[in-house]
């Protein structure tokens, strides 16, 4: 779909949603990022002579969503009822014929997503002092949202073998995988009761203003699952952007757990946050995988695809350095 065409289909329906038949969109343009959706920055101009400031976040290849948008939106929804910031959804809708993809539309927060900004940046050294804790308490706001609340989320209940299945296409057996799928098995933690699990929770995945954070982003792999998955994969590594600190490059350890256990989240385990680094670093190497195979096999030839893929490789380093980490505490 052009953007002109693009244009005109998203003021006919924002206008629809809004009662607005004058709305104008005098400004509509793609944003950079994303290795598969697509996220668009417009102003809509009302008839009032109010312009609001919006997000649009597409799907086009269809493919990237594991809930679906509806289940999203309502994800966002009781976040925010939890006292997790979130943005305001005006629109959204799961059929592909309104936009040429489904879609989320949603107000714009002011905010950087960029992580090597957020970690480098003097505007946000006040931010990244509170960060940590601030995602301790948001992940115990996110863990205290009733299942019921939202339904159709997936059920998560064997980690292990759901990583057996995403390397299972692959004929080459990496030894550093290997031993970390091993690894796994051997240190499963004790099985707890599934809560509602974002999935995605990192830097990245965060609007972050000079005070902390501002909103949580990209709930499209939310699901029921183990709680201490949300605070192992924003430890992970890969989601520090050579910043500093183990918790996504900006805290520590203590201060994340110690905001989680503050706002109710209960006691955190760190050799079970451990567990799920190594589980979250495997998680990213198959991935990375994945989207190199996508590039080399030509069916998505994007640079997002051939700089993830190539990736894979630093995993194979994190999950040695993670076991390593392990035995120390064992010696």
């Known amino acids: 779909m052009s953007n002109d065409a693009l244009r005109e289909r998203l003021r006919d329906a924002l206008a629809d949603a809004l009662g607005d038949p004058g709305l104008a969109i005098p400004e509509l343009r793609q ?12 102003e809509a101009a009302l008839s009032g002579g109010v312009t609001r400031r919006l997000i649009l976040r597409r799907d086009p290849l269809g493919e990237g969503n594991k809930v679906p948008f509806g289940t999203e939106v309502a994800l966002l929804r009781a976040a925010a009822a939890a006292g997790v910031p979130e943005p305001e959804v005006l629109l959204f ?20 997503t960029l992580a090597v900004r ?27 949202i009733p299942a019921e609340e939202i339904p159709g989320l997936p059920e998560f209940d064997e980690p292990v073998g759901h990583l057996r299945s995403l390397f299972a296409p692959f004929e080459e057996r990496i030894p550093a995988f290997e031993l970390g799928l091993r690894w796994l098995e051997a240190n499963r933690p004790p099985a707890v009761p599934p809560v509602t699990v974002h999935g995605d929770f990192r830097n990245g995945n965060l609007i972050v203003g000079p005070q ?10 939310a699901h ?43 006691k955190v385990d760190p050799d079970v946050v451990l567990w799920w680094e190594v589980w979250s670093t495997l998680h990213w190497g198959s991935s990375a995988l994945h989207m190199g195979r996508r590039y080399l096999s030509g069916a998505l030839p994007t640079v997002e695809m051939a700089a993830i893929g190539r990736r894979a490789r630093e995993q194979e380093y994190d999950t040695l350095l993670l076991i390593e980490r392990h035995l120390g505490r064992l010696a």
């Open 31 to 42: 944003l950079t990022g994303g290795a598969s959706k697509q996220t668009w920055y417009l």
């Open 93 to 112: 809708s799961d059929d592909a014929e309104l936009l040429g993809a489904p879609f989320i539309l949603m107000e714009h927060l002011e905010g950087e």
């Open 118 to 144: 957020i970690l480098r940046e003097e505007r946000f050294a006040a931010a990244r002092e509170v960060m940590a804790r601030q995602c301790g308490r948001i992940l115990a706001a996110i863990h205290a």
């Open 212 to 221: 902390g954070i501002v909103a949580v982003l990209d709930w499209e792999l």
């Open 224 to 266: 029921h699952g183990a709680p201490m998955q949300d605070l192992g994969y924003l430890c992970a590594r890969v989601w520090r952007f050579g910043g500093p600190g183990p918790v996504g490059g900006f805290g520590s350890y203590e201060d994340l757990f110690a905001g989680y256990e503050d706002a109710g989240g209960g």
